[in-house]
């Protein structure tokens, strides 16, 4: 065999791209710009070393052989000329996260939504991050919101062909591509000037749903003026005392084709305690003499954000008023949201159709602190009066970082799941493509989910699935478990009925 | 359009009052004076920027209209003169509470019960620190006595009226504005100059009941002398060894009219080991020293405040003997202050009307560690003899930090709630004024607890609106479970009857 | 009235001692001499301030006319000449333990056996330290030993007089003055140059019992030499495989009439995996070159002092021949310790009257990872075989660090418990004086929490003073709730019959 | 007595090897030549101390009398010469691990499974590392899977002889010395260069099987070819959407004798999110210029080792058509990995004698995130269809960190368990000795704990000696517990045979 020529690295180093990628392997340059396409590992990971020697990488991943049977003996172009290799230089080894943090990392770094919070976090003004962040008194409800899904297992099937996977889901008979949708949250300029507009957009790309939050920092003709021909708007309604007010805002919206159902908010029909939006306002600020200067009262303690979004909002809405009122003067579908028991959601399917769905949520864990997650809510409504399902869709929010989340909601019978503040930290973390990342993260995770359970449609989830031991040990067992006296049961609604009737 | 004329920034700095206020908004000079009492989010929030630019905090928070929406068109001044504005300076980005702490904070930007506790604690000398702070060998029962509280979950019910809240209640027939009193805690001059006449007068802003300890810094002559006409004491008796003191003591109250009842202390017969408070003995001081010199015997281990207050206590009080002496010297209703099982709240009852109520209590976790929280003893009530409910009154206190745990005790029964170490803190953060605080607080944030419920009423409160079940399983379950022998049943006391009556 | 003579601050502070103790109080000098014995606080607390200015101590925390209600006029000496007192100086405000480390804190200051551990960890060796700290594997056990005394709840009964406190109780009819006794823990030394017979001192102080190492570090005829009259010794056997040794041993300890009974132990057939232990040899020592040195095989992992000790230990002990031969070798009464299963105990107690008493032990923890607590095993014989605790006398040992776990094992049915670390690391604390520090400081809380409890004697303790529900739901439950199949039940002792009897 | 000749320390230390052994003690020099074998604590001991002054070491380890006892007076050689040994130097105390961290610690010193990741993860490459390490999404699974090992007590019989330990088990008939196997785990090359071969060399000194992953780093001919004659491999194999490339390699493997089954692994049809294995491609490294100097498109989120290795595998595999295919190209027993569920485990059971045995795995928590353990499946399988334990082996991997874990799981009814990670990063620390060093611990602690339950073999293991009822609460309870409708129950299957046939 005769001698070969030495090829210099110079010359292998001209091609590094996919239309000419060559590598050194084991003292050998090898052309595999055909084979690019088929390596198991994704072209990326060759094209990151092509023009280079890629041993170090390359070996200890590999069984022998492995050259042999994916290249054909005449993409080996011959032996490098040791010489002209630079030295070599050994990488500091490091455990942990990247450790150059000076340049923001790029968005498809961000693997989940604890970093997208966190890369918000590092963008958005203090005042903002407070609105999102913050929660009622102590956050237990927040913090719950999200733990009660870690405690729910999963139970994966096998030896199910799981090579297709259908994520849409319907609301009140609209299709969505996904089964995550963005909750009404308020003041999303103050995350990025796409604001609500850049979320509607986002959704866009993802075939998915926007409640508009009654607060938006946008109006809602500027949120749905680019929407698509089938994106699907709902907007949330919090009733002014001064009705009127009310009135010409819902004669606004029904005029808006893309919304297509009016969502009441009643899980704050008063401002809950939010320390960290309070505090905010005494950040950066000369508080003693400004307010002196302005001849004013004393500054009451309270009053960030969250508090003065409520000024005007109306306490007194019932069900026998407020329902009719509404019916008057919207013709679009009506849906309540905030439901935080059984009972309620109860009462919610007894004036279908009146009402077509209705939104488990304590309102992010902001309204009342140690109220249920609304994954208790779900359990509740499948112990004590599992009609409700049949009646009305449900959807609940709250607590959403995983994909594992939302199946886990799909299956004890959510419809679909809201998130609120990853959609407001995607914004802030790059505007549209932020928001995107995030519908992105949360629709992968998912779809991987569904495949590891051995589940093609989102239809096909149920108590099956999931172990919710730990978190049934802790749903409300009825008030008559401790001795008080119970009114008389009906239907499988059993010793709660009267108590119910009373309050209707 | 003609041209209009520019309005220089410093004649808008003068308009930055009450009286007449100007902001800049997208480069126009707005008169918004009459407008600041409409202001969704307040006055203040304006005044805070009034002279001044506001574009940047009013944009990101409001959609575009709402300018014209709001303010006639009169009200445009004119454009500002964009070269008289001063350079922007962007505030420094900082998560995270308030970073200059050189200036006491003002009490009404302490938002919490902690934050009250935490600004005492820089206040006030070591010694009274630890004789405050301290409890009973690890802080088990103390810690417990909060986070049973956060173990319950609430149960807001939606669509109720809650424009109205009422928290007024009753105790011994007695009205209360607040269902929040102050419990007999000792020393408070150690916190304040103020004292307990401090906690008093700020008892009567708010229309509720202090109970006034027997180890008082102050006497109770002294306490009551600015009382208002419907201000209501109760006065802690720890029953002397030596009856005469404790007689005379019984005959000087009798005469305070004030004072409406008489709580006898059960709880800490003998003193509990209170660590914290023992080891300030040994600060800042020459032990060795000081105890030689004074040609004394050696020091024993222990002896902080609380012990020094047990001198002289009689540790041989009993159902038979001590009531009917109790009931000789005083005219005043008695109640029994310290249950910590059923079984005592139903021999108490049984002791009406001689008694006329009992405060559950194991002395805020300072006398016997590993004691039940008193929610345990209420719970236990409720399952064992709720009867007692209806026979006497009955409270609570310890571990109260929100207005969430003041409802939730009030679902399971109570009548109204005591805070002891809060309102001593309350006192070293701001004498009479922090006590009002504390009071405003937990005020604030029971009234939005209850409207979050959708209860306007505190006798509206019950089972119903709280999830006990992590607390219920932890509860007493009777001796009998584990094959120990147990006495015959009797009515709903089932079978702990033999053995109550055997220590009757 | 005249005009009184000024006090000189010299004059005072002469009178600094109990014969002679004046104090200055708001400007007036007092002699307080008399008052001493009759002060509420102590007469410590003013021998601290006699000589001096007690104004700011004394202020807060007496109510006015105090010092007129508690001494004669004639006790007031006149005024103090206010230009002769130094210049005050404000104590330096801090909060938290003693700042000054550089001197050894008195044993009086040392407060609980935790500060007693952290006293003799900075004294002892760190092999010493190794040795005595250290447990198996993941120390899972040694924490729960612990830990599971915590999740127990007192029940504190009122109103009963509790002036006298008897904690005498009895182990196979000898008299303990205390229910704390020391267990066999060896290598004491270790700690201290006291060892073994120093225990032996400190447990003559107290009247109470010592287990005698069968690996002391002294002879036993050294640890008993100053035995009280009444002093009771058990002493531990590990049966050698040599038996000869053991039987030489046993006839020696027949002559010592201080040793009252036999402790063979069982639960260390082969020595547990003591990683701290193993450990420590290699610190401070080049071993690669000393081995090299020695010519020697290479060191083996494992091999601390624990693993020394087994050394000859026989592993092939039975119920069936080991019990015959010891008592043919013996005439004291034998008792087992280490008993870690209702089973075995059960067995235990068939064998008596040969078998007197057993030791409910998993060895603190040191032997089985994942062992369950001795606590777990008194409540699994009194679930499954409450028979035992009327045969034969139980005591255990693990985890007690509070009086307030003492007495929850004796509300189990314990007639005393064990301390072996404690008595350990108060030798290493102090020498004969830190024992008995420990021992005063365990009596002491005991004493406090029987009478919190309403309880006067040992064998008034029962079921009705715990709440042992948390621990309850973690005991064994049987090998047939998982569908195994079990034997036929007999008697109280169930389905676990057959099974025990293929054992025996 | 005449004066003895003093004996000088140069003399001494001359005799400091196993064939001369001198010590000196209490100032006379001895010669424990012929007691080194005898010495209860080993012969090291003494030899790191030859030739010195051992009295500091022995004295408080030994009760006086020990060395006559054990040594012939003329052992005793003479006094030493005071003058001639060195001043004392007394090693500084210090608690806590070895604090010279600048030599690598000797195989041998490394105690348990986290001290080998410790020392791996010091040697390896990141990408190995994070590999190696990550888990998907939050790691609650790869938590879980060793905290649930935590939760279950053991259960200690004493009494017993338990001078025998034989740890042998069986495999589909085949013989293991150990009841711990390596599991098929990817990329050993990562590690060091013996890779899967230093595995198997390993595995052989140990007398266990080893499972060669799909994605070895070497060819299963490199592996095997250095086996043993009795040495046992498994093979395990991912399908290929491309057949003909599976159907190729198992007409390989078909032709190696020493692998002696197929293990069809079904629990990672898609890859799992692992973030650790995603981040660690955008370390080190200049991710932009790269990219675009390759001219290619840009990098989507995700992709590390993991996920590369899925290139090309069928997520479409069944139980009706894939078995029958791979039943046609092999001929050896097939094994099914990876089952999660008991429904699974019964119908693998149905499939017996075509499917052996099966792994029940959640793929070390890294396929789906919140899986269960696979503790649980055996819990369930235990409840729910006991009969599986007898139609085919159950073996399970995941979170064994200590020999109580193994014991553990062969009582809950596991013929073996597999280590994955631990065999790794044996390999990481130390080629083929960590490896065996890991075997050796595991063995070791297998040992103690069998003999501390006083159990010889490994088929006396069984529910008895655990107790597993803090698992028990949180396994599932089947779907019908909240109200679901359920198909009809046959046999032990209960509620559950509807769904199931559905399914297959």
């Known amino acids: 065999m005769a001698e070969e020529t030495l090829i210099h690295a110079d010359e292998v180093a001209k091609h590094n791209t996919r239309d000419s990628c060559w590598v050194i392997l084991y003292g050998q340059v090898w052309d595999v710009t055909d084979f690019l396409p088929e390596h198991p590992g994704g072209a990326n990971i060759i094209l990151k070393l092509a023009g280079k020697d890629a041993t170090e990488e390359y070996d200890p991943v590999h069984p022998p052989g492995t050259l042999e049977e994916n290249l054909a003996p005449s993409k080996r172009l011959g032996p490098i000329d040791p010489k002209s290799l630079p030295e070599p230089v050994k990488p500091a080894q490091n455990i942990g996260p990247e450790p150059d943090e000076s340049r923001p990392a790029p968005l498809s770094s961000l693997l989940n939504l604890d970093e997208i919070e966190a890369a918000a976090t590092k963008k958005i003004s203090r005042k903002g991050w407070a609105y999102y962040y913050s929660a009622a008194d102590d956050y237990a409800s927040k913090h719950l919101n999200n733990t009660v899904y870690r405690s729910i297992l999963l139970r994966p099937r096998v030896f199910i062909d799981c090579t297709r996977c259908d994520q849409s889901t319907t609301f009140l008979g609209n299709k969505l591509e996904l089964p995550i949708y963005v909750s009404p949250a308020a003041m999303a300029r103050l995350a990025h000037p796409d604001g609500e507009w850049g979320i509607a957009q986002a959704c866009k790309s993802f075939g998915t749903m926007q409640i508009i939050s009654n607060n938006a920092s946008m109006t809602p003709e500027q949120i749905v003026k680019d929407a698509g021909p089938d994106q699907i708007f709902g907007w ?94 919207t013709n679009k579908p009506i849906i309540l949201k905030g439901l935080q028991t059984h009972e309620d959601a109860y009462i919610a399917a007894q004036h279908a159709p009146q009402i077509k769905g209705i939104i488990l949520s304590n309102h992010g864990g902001r309204a009342l602190d140690t109220a249920p997650p609304s994954v208790h809510t779900l359990l509740e409504i499948r112990k004590y009066c599992p009609e409700v399902f049949s009646k009305i869709d449900v959807v609940i929010d709250g607590g959403i970082k995983r994909g594992t989340d939302v199946v886990k909601a799909l299956c004890l019978g959510a419809k679909a799941v809201g998130i609120g503040r990853g959609a407001l930290f995607g914004l802030g973390a790059g505007g549209i493509e932020g928001v995107e990342r995030v519908l992105e993260i949360l629709r992968d995770e998912t779809a991987t989910c569904m495949r590891l359970l051995g589940v093609e449609r989102v239809d096909q989830l149920g108590m099956q699935h999931v172990n919710t031991r730990a978190a049934e040990r802790d749903i409300y067992d009825g008030p008559g478990n401790l001795g008080q006296k119970a009114g008389e049961g009906e239907g499988s609604y059993g010793n709660y009925g009267l108590w119910l009737k009373s309050k209707m």
Request: some cysteine; hydrophobic content about 30%.
């Open 236 to 329: 949330q309604l919090y009733v002014q005392t001064e009705r009127k007010k009310s009135e010409d805002y819902l004669a606004r919206i029904n005029k808006l084709d893309a919304i297509k159902f009016i969502c009441l908010t009643l899980d704050a029909p008063v401002p809950g305690k939010r320390e960290e939006d309070e505090r905010s306002k005494y950040i950066n600020e000369d508080h003693d003499s400004v307010i002196k200067d302005a001849g004013g009262s004393k500054l009451e303690g309270g009053g960030g954000i969250g508090q003065s979004l409520f000024f005007g909002t109306d306490p007194s809405l019932t069900w026998k008023e407020t329902l009719p009122w509404l019916k008057k003067h």
